[in-house]
């Protein structure tokens, strides 16, 4: 029976990958980060692989594996029936899905099983997806009670692709700002540093392009790239024929972020689609200004003129412009900085996110488990 007296509530992360990218960071932290007095946090997942894993995997008090090579196979519904049996073995309360595939699996698993609250997340606003992949998500997000958005621009396309307003909620992503500390005898006001993963969506064709004016400006400016993927060997062989390569370091990808923007000058993200960029919070926390595209949530982060600038997607003059005028200006850089600073400890805390997903999922158990007695330690 759900909430025994000083008993955490079972309560089952469902993720597809652990290979790193701002959702996987974003679940991991809350995985790492709820309360274990009120919460007893399983992983389930489909392989028991990626970067991420074991940081995930520790955490947990039990890992649950459910193989599945296709969706489309038969073998979606042996694992459906075994994930919906094991709910039921652990008795979980909660179940909170945060990718596509966790998504199409966890989610009608979980009502198969009856699970009282089916949480599902939103954090990524790709542009055009295939029809038939808006249509599985819709059927998804179906079995959901809440559908949690990481920013009103999340939120917009929720509705417009069909989720009723009464299923969303917002809950933004947060940032740990002890990790992010500047060091100013390493900072340089003319390094530009770009965190993102090498996908076309990101934009770093655009910033290279950028780079070729930068470059005729201030010909001392460098280029840090840090992130990996399919793009890599595309990008390189674009800066060489841009001829800016000698002024572009591809780092692939790196867990000492903190380390490497406390070097730089500047964040810079000019990306065709966003939700709520944690390249941005990072960058912010470490008092750095950012000029991005201003797409999805992005404008939600930064104030246009205050913690950094906004140029339109793909625009890469606009973006060497505001460039140069940082590199130019390195007093208003700072006050940028320090403004991106305040705001993160004001609004995107990891405590806040984690307070925010606790609130919630307590919400949700009051209201659809009426004979639900939350335990001792939640007072």
Known sequence: ??????????????????????????????????????????????????????????????????????????????????????????????????????????????????????????????????????????????????????????????????????????????????????????????????????RPEKGHDVLIAAAVSVLRRFPDATFDIIGDGPEMESLKMMARDRAVDHAVTFYGHREDVPELLAEGGMLVLPSRSEALPNAVLEAMAARLPVVASDVGGVGELIVNGRTGWLVPAGDAAALAERICGLMADPGLAGAFGVAGRAAIDARYTFERMVGAFDRLYETELRRRCPVFRWHAAAA
């Open 1 to 198: 029976m759900l909430g025994h007296d000083n008993v955490p509530v079972p309560v089952a992360f469902v993720l597809s990958s652990f290979d790193p990218g701002g959702t996987e960071r974003q679940m991991i932290e809350l995985i790492r980060r709820l309360d274990r007095k009120r919460w007893q946090v399983h992983l389930v997942c489909f392989r028991a692989s990626g970067a991420w894993y074991e940081r995930a995997a520790e955490a947990a008090e039990s890992v649950a594996t459910f193989p599945i090579a296709s969706f489309l196979g038969p073998e979606i519904g042996v694992q459906l029936r075994r994930f919906a049996r094991w709910c039921r073995d652990q008795r979980i309360a909660v179940v909170h899905t945060g990718q596509l595939h966790s998504n199409i699996f966890g989610l009608p698993g979980a009502a198969l099983a009856r699970v009282p609250v089916r949480v599902a997340d939103r954090r990524m606003l790709k542009a055009n997806k295939p029809p038939m992949q808006l249509a599985v998500q819709r059927v998804a997000y179906a079995f959901a009670h809440k559908v949690v958005a990481n920013s009103l621009a999340a939120a917009a396309r929720l509705k417009a692709e069909g989720v009723p307003a009464r299923k969303i909620a917002v809950i933004t992503n947060g940032v740990d700002c002890d990790r992010f500390t500047r060091v100013p005898s390493r900072w340089s006001a003319r390094r530009v540093v770009m965190v993102a993963n090498l």
